[in-house]
T-cell receptor, first 113, second 112 residues
């Protein structure tokens, strides 16, 4: 089955700086890659997703890049703000498949004031 | 549209008991997936239901089961509870074809 590795497990950045979280996946058939943000005690919230026919996708301060050849994808957050502090999860799945999302272990992003 | 709802939000049970958790998806969504979240194992896929049929199941013992009703609401059942079943159980709903999944607030299960 699919295996998703996520790094780093903890990331501390100064407010206003950029943050990058990286994930690799093992199953070349995976073609859907969402990112979720989970604040303490709250549900995971979808913040951005990308499909394998696209190499990059942006939404304001958030961007995701995908390298299918290398089987890795990354989340980029620019101009970080205190409210960006949370745990971020990457995931992979096969669109139309029934194996559900396979998640990385999560990255605890800390924004230092 | 209203979001995904789950009931109850908190449960305390003792070993050997059984528990049933409920999930109501976003209106119009026919897919409901269940996940277990623990500090050690992270988010793990339990199973997915689409139009009342279980499409697949993750690597969990048979004590974990579920079902989906004609209105797309889903229930998850865990029998013969073990201490290791203590976790946050999350359900997620999707439209089915797009695979975008939206999570509910979860049910926090504590097994004593």
């Amino acid at each position: 089955g699919e295996n998703v590795e996520q790094h780093p497990s903890t990331l501390s950045v100064q407010e206003g700086d950029s943050a990058v979280i990286k994930c690799t996946y093992s199953d070349s058939a995976s073609n859907y890659f969402p990112w979720y943000k989970q604040e303490l005690g709250k549900r995971p919230q979808l913040i951005i997703d990308i499909r394998s026919n696209v190499g990059e996708k942006k939404d304001q301060r958030i961007a995701v890049t995908l390298n299918k050849t290398a089987k890795h994808f990354s989340l980029h957050i620019t101009e970080t703000q205190p409210e960006d502090s949370a745990v971020y999860f990457c995931a992979a799945s096969i669109a139309g498949g029934a194996d559900g999302l396979t998640f990385g272990k999560g990255t605890h992003l800390i924004i230092q004031p | 549209k209203a979001g995904v709802t789950q009931t109850p939000r908190y449960l305390i049970k003792t070993r050997g008991q059984q528990v049933t958790l409920s999930c109501s998806p976003i209106s119009g969504h026919r897919s409901v997936s269940w996940y277990q979240q623990t500090p050690g194992q992270g988010l793990q896929f339990l199973f997915e239901y689409f139009s009342e049929t279980q499409r697949n199941k993750g690597n969990f013992p048979g004590r974990f089961s579920g079902r989906q009703f004609s209105n797309s609401r889903s229930e998850m059942n865990v029998s013969t509870l073990e201490l290791g079943d203590s976790a946050l159980y999350l359900c997620a709903s999707g439209a089915g074809s797009t695979d975008t999944q939206y999570f509910g607030p979860g049910t926090r299960l504590t097994v004593l």
